[in-house]
């Protein structure tokens, strides 16, 4: 797959650092130091950092995997497996239905690919013997720990027979080996990421603050020795370069009354196109999804990601729609990944690992079926429209604020960035998550602090000053309770990615029109948490004071049949009034699927004439209908007040 060109990257020979650096430089001293003293190229060290942890520490807390520090050396003696579920099961992210019993309990899917090289996980005991060091030093100190790995990395170069080259392109097989993946594809894979770092560089700030930077060194080319696998199974639908297997979800019927589960069978793209992919976390460990995806009476999702490796398991065809998302309508147009993790311990759940996978398997669905890789059509489970007003408060709030949305869309090959200048009509939401901690409580129970995390949030403000009031949802609080910070609550805060158009600004503080409200953030100039946007907004139709806005996008009434009884229409509890912008994406046209029957072919897809705009409307997105309103374009330097432009056909 990769050229076998060997150029020479020679080892930086500086100073052993000590004590004298600055503090923020102590980890850059310390892969440069390790380097240095067990003969690995520092590029080499630094990048199977990078690819494991991205360099950040989280000092004595170990991965789900039991990794610990920047290179996630293992404590194998402290690994346990999962403790089986026990009673019945009721995971908060699911889109469920009425449980009617509990499946017997799944086995955890193998991996497919054959097992023929020897592995043996990056060892924190191995490493502290290695180095000569107490283990526990090795779990809060990242020098330590980047020793240890240096070391290691040096102990299976001489293992395999190799010498302690100074060429980077020397170290493949090292380097595929250093996780302990027994899967050839994962290990192949993952060697390939660490070397695709060396060749494009990289520099971050960690999480403890760290200043890292690693120089791109583009002409190393790797020599492979090993062969990788072509995929066996057919079921699956992966890139080649994922491991990826099969667990299925059922579809039967569960009753006399017609009652089915766990998922509907339809024919996309053909009869209904898939515009979007939900991003999901468990709130459980994985192997209790998988009781829960065997079991008709509860939930279903397409695929599950597990956070120790990034392993991908399939249980529901995509041209088949899962009940994931908590709408039908949306369900009818997605794809549903779960993420094994728990949204209030980013830290221990959201691996590297795992996000690399995602971000592959995402790459491969949106470009097979055409999906936008933006915001409005690659988002979480916190920004599914409701749809219905009465559904609002029981809409579920992962992957949660600690999900790092920058970050994935890079990994997506799609960053986000700005696309204007300061003063443009539109904002994109874009802090640095490393850096950007806004304080959240419910962590570890209500009320209670979280830890400061990097967080991909923006808290909102009914004026331009921190003391001010948080914005109230009075969908998800009714009864006109405040909006808090509970890491839970979406009722006052916008996220990485998402845009937003621009009512007002006011020194450090920046206004946009949010679910009714002019609502303020800050903004400073050295600091920003937004930038610059161009692209299409709505506003209502003049002479219209105020526009409904929903959670679905519906056929009108002559759509449809007679025997099909017609949905309600429900519009969402807030109020797009006259002179209010929100950013628009895509046009779509209203569908709706009869799923009241059990039946051996897919129901038809009832489409409309009705067009709608798909916006940004708070944390969630929404719809109005396209009749209602007009289309402005905010340009990408910002002009003279945007126009109304002749509302296009399609996307």
Known sequence: MIASA?????????????????????????????????????????????????????????????????????????????????????????????????????????????????????????????????????????????????????????????????????????????????????????????????????????????????????????????????????DVECPAELSCDWLSAPYEQIDDDGAYGNHDLADRP?????????????????????????????????????????????????????????????????IGIEHEGFLTQPGTWYTEQMY????????????????????QHIFGHDNVPSPTADSIPDMHDDPGPFWDWRHYFDLLGAPLRATAGPNSDMVTILPDYSTHKPPFTGCTGSGRPCPAHGSSAVRLHTAPDENAPLIQDPGR??????????????????????????????????????????AWFKNPKKHLTAVGAAGRMVTPKEGLNEVPVYGRALPEPEAFPEDVEEPSDSPLPYRFTAGQRYVTQDR?????????SFGDTPEPVIKGQEGYYEIQFGHRLAYVRASDVDVLAAPAVAGPPAAPENPPAGR
């Open 270 to 334: 053909s009869d209904q196109k898939i515009e979007y992919i939900v991003i999901h976390d468990t709130e459980a460990k994985l192997p209790r999804m998988f009781d829960t995806v065997q079991d008709p009476t509860e939930a279903s999702w397409h695929y599950s990601i597990r956070s120790s490796d990034g392993h991908v398991t399939q249980h529901v065809k995509t041209k088949d729609e899962a009940w994931h998302s908590g709408s039908q309508f949306v369900n009818a147009r997605s």
């Open 356 to 375: 690399q996978a995602s971000a592959r398997l995402v790459r491969y669905l949106a470009k097979r079926y055409a999906i936008p890789l933006d915001r």
């Open 588 to 596: 779509l046209g209203g569908s709706y699927v009869d799923r009241s």
């Open 6 to 234: 060997a150029v020479l990257a020679p080892l930086l020979l500086i100073p052993m650092s000590g004590e004298d650096g600055s503090p923020e430089q102590r980890l850059q001293d310390a892969f440069e130091d390790a380097a240095r003293e067990y003969h690995v190229p520092r590029s080499v060290v630094m990048s199977v950092s990078y690819v494991q942890t991205r360099w950040d520490a989280h000092p004595g807390s170990p991965s789900v995997a039991g990794g610990y520090g920047p290179m996630h050396l293992l404590d194998t003696a402290r690994l346990r497996p999962p403790a089986a579920a026990a009673g019945p099961l009721t995971p908060p992210d699911l889109d469920t239905r009425p449980a009617k019993g509990k499946a017997k309990a799944a086995p955890v899917p193998q991996d497919e690919a054959t097992v023929d090289h020897a592995v043996r996980p990056a060892d924190l005991e191995r490493a502290a013997q290695l180095i000569q060091v107490p283990a526990v030093r090795l779990r809060t100190d990242a020098v330590a720990n980047v020793r240890g790995g240096a070391a290691l990395l040096a102990a299976l170069q001489r293992q395999l027979g190799k010498p302690l080259s100074e060429n980077p392109a020397d170290w493949w097989e090292t380097v595929k080996r250093y996780p302990g993946t027994p899967d050839i594809t994962s290990a192949a894979t993952y060697a390939n990421d660490v070397f695709e770092v060396i060749r494009k560089g990289a520099r971050r700030t960690t999480a403890e603050g760290q200043h890292v930077t690693l120089p791109p060194s583009p002409g190393v080319r790797p020599h492979i020795a090993t062969p990788q696998p072509a995929r066996p199974s057919k």
């Open 477 to 518: 609080k009714p009864d006109g309770d405040p909006s808090t910070v509970d890491v839970n609550d979406l009722g006052s805060r916008v996220s990485a990615g998402q845009t937003f158009a621009v009512a007002g600004r006011s020194g450090d503080w920046t206004a946009i029109w949010f679910q009714g409200n002019k």
